[in-house]
């Protein structure tokens, strides 16, 4: 029984799948159904926001981890979403579960849609955080805002996630800084940075994603809960509402003022509706 309560306390575990080391941290209690969070693009483990994690752990096991190539997993970043959904799958099958709830930030949210169409037993509810639909309206110019954004983020000495995931008012400026301090919580057992490779794969992933033909969603038949805020420049937050609305079963949140990163800036807000969801 693991006594971990805050992430970043969380020791970070290796396990082997056909010959390649999967990093993943994992807490909170023992039985129940987990959840599996799938992280953004460039994203480490140390890049979740430890209010969520910390906040869905008080009730439900919580387990973070990098895919294929990423941070401290080994191999090579796939470069389509596809693969990523594979890698994600055979992790959740070695760690010995048969049903788990998602939880898909961004990136994540396009390889949590793979994963319930893919092996829709596997999955029994889903969140979607600031993400989309393959073919979803904007996607494919991710590339062209993030590294624009990384410009200016270098040119002011600044996280890029405070341009990208947060709105530019005083509110969300605000709340930026509070978000980038928290992800530096954790001092000991650091993650290693993603690659330049493994983010330029992603990036290829993305935007092949974002070329896709519309696919049918009406095969995801579980409940899910999309959340985003009402300005996301990265993944225009239209895509939440498209996706709300062509899924069979979900329900749609919007948080004012805010950006990509809504779930964060939110946190309380978010995790309170995460867990009374993942609960009912």
């Known amino acids: 029984m693991d006594v971990i309560t805050t992430y970043k306390a969380a020791e970070t575990r290796t396990i082997d799948i056909g010959g390649v080391t999967f990093a993943y941290r994992q807490l909170g209690p023992d039985g129940g159904t987990p959840v599996i969070f799938l992280n953004h693009l460039s994203a480490v483990l140390d890049n979740w926001d430890p209010r969520v994690v910390d906040g869905i752990a008080e009730k439900r096991r919580v ?3 990098d895919n294929r190539g990423v941070g401290a997993s080994q191999g090579t970043t796939p470069r389509s979403v596809a693969a990523m959904a594979r890698d994600a799958i055979a992790f959740i099958r070695a760690l010995g579960h048969d049903q788990v709830d998602l939880l898909g930030f961004s990136l ?3 390889v949590a849609q793979v994963i319930a169409e893919e092996e829709p037993h596997l999955v029994r509810k889903l969140i979607l955080a600031g993400t989309g639909p393959a073919g979803g309206k904007g996607i494919d110019k991710v590339t062209r805002v993030t590294v624009l954004d990384i410009l200016k983020a270098t040119l002011t000495f600044k996280d890029p996630k405070e341009f990208l995931f947060f709105t530019r ?5 605000a709340t930026a800084r509070q978000f980038v301090n928290r992800l530096k919580e954790r001092t000991d057992d650091r993650d290693k940075p ?3 490779t493994a983010f330029r794969n992603q990036l290829k992933a993305i935007h092949a994603w974002g070329r896709l033909q519309p696919s049918d969603l009406t095969a995801i038949r579980q409940p899910v809960l999309v ?3 009402d300005h996301d420049r990265m993944v225009p937050s239209s895509n939440s509402a498209d996706l709300a609305r062509r899924l069979p079963n979900a329900r749609l949140t919007l948080y004012p003022d805010a950006g990509h990163g ?3 800036q939110y946190h309380d807000e978010f995790v309170a509706e995460a867990l009374k969801f993942l609960e009912s």
């Open 227 to 229: 959340a985003n805020g």
């Open 169 to 173: 008012t005083a509110n969300g400026k």
């Open 108 to 110: 994540g949210g396009f």
């Open 262 to 264: 809504g779930i964060f």
């Open 194 to 196: 993603i690659s330049v």
């Open 63 to 65: 387990i973070t981890f």
